[in-house]
């Protein structure tokens, strides 16, 4: 919210900048002059700042993958998610938008071999009831 609060400030001074140049849409991002941002500026921006930043390729849609997965890493509940990215299916939530990421699978792996070393028959229970 802060972040959301700094820019409605700076957005107040470009507004009083253009003064009765001003369009007001009520959009939060907009130009210097109110109007909407062409539907292509982010793209093109976000892929102007990668090259500067000379990171591999990646699409600006990809950081929705990217705030899925790493929500998921965090334990967060998958309806959690669902709602988070607006989508009207927790199939296409979980299919699409979230990879399990190696140090997950790794935790899962190691909380699996916990639970089976607990089962009747495992091969550490034996060991430590025929000692």
């Not at 957005?11 to 009765?20: G, S, T, V």
């Not at 989508?87 to 699409?96: A, F, G, K, N, P």
């Not at 140090?103 to 639970?115: G, L």
Request: charged share 25%; with cysteine; glycine share 6%.
């Amino acid at each position: 919210m802060r972040l959301l609060r700094r820019h409605e400030h700076g957005q107040d001074a470009e507004r009083n900048l253009a003064a009765e140049r001003w369009h007001e849409t009520g959009y939060v991002f907009t130009r210097a002059n109110g109007l909407p941002l062409r539907p292509d500026y982010l793209t093109h921006r976000f892929a102007t700042l990668v090259a500067g930043a000379e990171l591999p390729p990646i699409r600006l849609h990809d950081l929705r993958h990217g705030a899925a997965t790493l929500a998921l890493a965090a334990h967060t509940d998958i309806k959690v998610i669902q709602a988070m990215l607006g989508h009207s299916s927790i199939v296409l939530t979980c299919d699409t938008y979230t990879s399990v990421l190696p140090d997950i699978a790794f935790e899962a792996a190691e909380k699996t071999a916990r639970r089976c070393s607990m089962l009747p028959g495992s091969c550490r229970n034996d060991r430590m009831t025929h000692v």
